[in-house]
């Protein structure tokens, strides 16, 4: 049965969406490396939004109604070819936060961490063979998260709220981190990097908002790769449903910052930490779950309205905003600088990606994509590209395309999905963005094929991939052939003669971090309070579960803060105790509290 006019339309503006490399550029191709007069430690902030990929109105679709994004578009610069380095949000999460590839450092399975919020009484769900329900990937010992490097050259530093990096960060990460963390509350002076997580437009608010939807869903384009049915257009309605109302709250976050008269002064930065959120989008590293939207608006609108062409992938983040804040980008990152002083001096030919465990079940896929190609190598081509995920069956269109393969009555492009995979594809992503036709054996493409497939193999020798040993046995090599992580040794404390004396802090695990606090007699106990400002899980837990939760204007008591040490001397007075934590990633950590010359281990024998 032909699809009705106004659908065939629809899958067109869906089309450009996700090719937004084929819209016009008032401004296209390469940005200087810094984009007019900017401060010496700008202020810079992350607004990440969750699992969508350009189906946004400054990226050509037009049912996605975005005004405050679409301004800051083009206020700024968009990036019409970005791209994480997975197609689920831990492994990419882990990527922007380390600079680094998850398939080179242990951390491409979805997930290995406790994840977004967790309800009390229920309990994670286990993990196959025997791997623990959450542990922390043990990252080589000079990794770091990297706004640990801001801190120590003197920004405040704040995250609200998700992590999710696949493991437990270091005290030394954030200045503070939580649903009231917030630029507004740094010490008079200083630049800050502020990040703020939006989760509105998450996989599981498809399935779990009741808001009144703002999209006809007999007006919403159906993709090719899914059938024409109510419960999928529900889904996609409500999809486009909650990206509207998540560009309503990016628009209060803006104000805020007009409001402070930081607008103006600040680089922002807009992305999603991987593509769609729907079934056969998120968990892909196929166009439509790996490409996302980029936006970075720099101080008084330098370079506004540009459509940037060059590849950029998440990796690249981490040292990008180093670059910018003007401190040194770690030779050991594996990402390049694509903005500041250090911007690498060759823009990147490809971006990579890879897909393992998805939950309970394992996969190994790996992706190179240039300008317009993108190429695809299936380590386990008997293993069909649909993965039984209990977690995604919340969603009512993968209940109902479900029932379909069971009824025998799914058109032949969904019907795909449940098949063989072949050891390698092919597809030109720009006349072919969904990805239907595989040209891996289309002899018209064998120089295109053999340019990806190397690629793909130096990439692979370049940086290693873990994804090649068994998750227990990785496990095993991480935690030094125990059966737990290692414990970071206790940090020591020791007096130093220097003129006016003090003490310095050691700790014998190498890559560990140290931060320390101090406690000083007579000052006030009570710690103080934050409002709650935040866009991520806990405020929308609050909204849909109530009690327990954050709900916007509460008052949250605030963490202690530790401060990064950095080999400094500390001055302490008699009676002040010095409280130190030491951690490498993926490690127990260690804790000790000093006080006139005495050091004990608070909770350890």
């Known amino acids: ?44 902030v992350w607004i990440t939004v969750e699992d969508i990929t350009t189906f946004l109105g400054a990226y050509g679709d037009r049912e996605a109604m975005t005004p405050n994004i679409d301004r800051l578009a083009r206020e700024g610069v968009l990036y019409t070819h970005a791209y994480q380095a997975a197609g689920v949000c ?43 329900a959450t542990y922390s990937v043990v990252l080589p010992e000079q990794v770091k998260a990297f706004p640990e490097y801001l801190r120590k050259a003197g920004y405040y530093t704040s995250n609200n709220q998700k992590q999710d990096y696949q493991f437990e960060a270091p005290v030394t990460v954030w200045d503070e981190n939580g649903p009231a963390a917030s630029f507004r509350n740094r010490p008079a002076g200083k630049p800050f990097f502020s990040v703020f997580n939006f989760f509105l437009t998450h996989e599981s608010m498809v399935a779990l908002r009741k808001d009144p939807l703002r999209v006809d869903p007999a007006q919403v384009a159906v993709p090719p790769i899914f059938p024409d049915s109510p419960a999928v257009r529900g889904d996609i309605a409500r999809m486009y449903t909650n990206i509207r109302m998540m560009d309503d709250q990016v628009g209060e976050l803006i104000r805020m910052l007009k409001e402070d008269g930081l607008y103006d002064n600040t680089i922002i930065f807009f992305f999603s930490d991987n593509g769609g959120n729907l079934p056969w989008m ?39 905003v180093l670059s910018l804040a003007g401190v040194p980008v770690p030779a050991y990152m594996q990402g390049q600088a694509f903005l500041g002083a250090q911007r690498a001096k060759v823009a990147r030919r490809y971006v990579f990606a890879a897909r ?41 269109m993968m209940r109902d395309i479900l029932q379909r393969k069971a009824d025998g009555t799914l058109p032949a492009a969904t019907a795909a999905w449940f098949g063989p995979k072949p050891v390698e594809e092919l597809y030109d992503a720009e006349r072919d963005p969904w990805e239907l036709h595989n040209l891996a054996d289309d002899p018209r493409y064998r120089a295109k094929l053999e340019e990806l497939r190397q690629a793909f193999h130096d990439w692979t020798a370049r940086y290693g991939d873990m994804g090649g040993i068994p ?42 971090s140290i931060g320390y606090w101090i406690e000083r007699p007579g000052a006030a106990q009570v710690p103080p309070r934050h409002v709650v400002q935040s866009w991520d899980y806990e405020r929308l837990a609050g909204e849909m579960l109530g009690k327990g939760f954050a709900k916007v204007g509460d008052m949250r008591p605030v963490p202690q803060a530790w401060t990064v040490y950095d080999n400094e001397v500390i001055a302490l007075k008699p009676g002040e105790i010095l409280l130190v934590n030491a951690m490498r990633i993926g490690y127990a950590p260690a804790r000790i509290d000093y006080v006139d010359g005495k050091t004990s281990a608070p909770g350890q024998d």
């Open 282 to 320: 998120k968990r892909e590293i196929l166009e439509r779950g790996t490409h996302v939207p980029l936006i970075v608006r720099f101080p008084g609108g330098a370079h506004a309205g540009t459509r940037a062409r060059e590849l950029v992938s998440g990796v690249d983040l981490a040292p990008t």
């Open 471 to 512: 998750e227990r046995d990785m496990l095993k090599q991480m935690w030094l052939g125990g059966d737990k992580p290692p414990a970071t040794a206790l940090p020591e404390v020791r007096e130093v003669a220097e003129a006016g004396g003090g003490v310095r802090i050691a700790c014998a695990t190498p890559g560990a």
């Open 356 to 396: 393992d465990r998805m939950d309970t079940e394992y996969d190994r896929v790996r992706m190179v994509r240039d300008g317009r190609y993108r190429y695809l190598y299936n380590y386990m081509p008997e293993r069909p590209y649909y993965q039984d995920l209990k977690f995604r069956l919340m969603l009512p």
């Open 1 to 44: 049965m032909p699809l009705p006019k106004r659908t065939h339309q629809g899958v067109l503006r869906l089309v450009l969406a996700l090719g937004s490399m084929l819209l016009p550029a008032a401004h296209a191709g390469t940005l200087p490396a810094q984009p007019g007069p900017q401060p010496a430690r700008p202020n810079i």
């Open 90 to 132: 831990a492994p990419a999460r882990a990527a922007l936060i380390t600079g680094m590839y998850p398939t080179s450092v242990g951390a491409q399975h979805m997930r290995t961490g406790p994840g977004e919020i967790q309800i009390p009484g229920r309990a994670m769900a286990p993990k196959p063979d025997g791997i623990p």
